[in-house]
């Protein structure tokens, strides 16, 4: 039996969440397109779509940057250096389990650098 999951690839849930601009409209362009969770019949979550996009970007960092540059130009974001280490901070610390995590930092040296300053910054709040 398929993990509750499987009808949500992260690819897709990537795919929406550029289409869509958001998680609101990625849950909005995947319902359009009739994806919904074959056991509830209901469409993903938001916070579904974030975690399975969020997978996708963990695993394909060095090719979704000018992707996720884009859905944040579309709010009239920049995406500097900073911004886009925090995101994959945040979205690695979400997905990951602690090893995992700390697995992630050893593979990805210049994200410790950016996670040492958030742990300075929120320690001297």
Do not use: C
Not at 66 to 94: C, G, N
Request: aromatic fraction near 12%; glycine fraction near 6%.
């Amino acid at each position: 039996f398929p993990s509750h999951d499987s009808y949500l690839p992260p690819e897709l849930a990537f795919q929406a969440w550029l289409e869509g601009g958001s998680t609101t409209g990625a849950v909005r362009w995947l319902s359009e397109r009739g994806v919904r969770n074959p056991r509830t019949n209901r469409v993903p979550t938001r916070m579904g779509v974030w975690q399975r996009a969020g997978e996708y970007i963990l695993k394909n960092l060095d090719t979704v940057r000018p992707q996720v540059a884009e859905v944040w130009s579309i709010a009239d974001r920049t995406l500097t250096d900073e911004i886009w280490h925090d995101f994959i901070l945040r979205i690695a610390k979400y997905n990951l389990s602690y090893k995992r995590f700390q697995e992630f930092l050893i593979k990805h040296p210049e994200m410790r650098i950016y996670y040492e300053k958030q742990k300075q910054t929120i320690a001297g709040s």
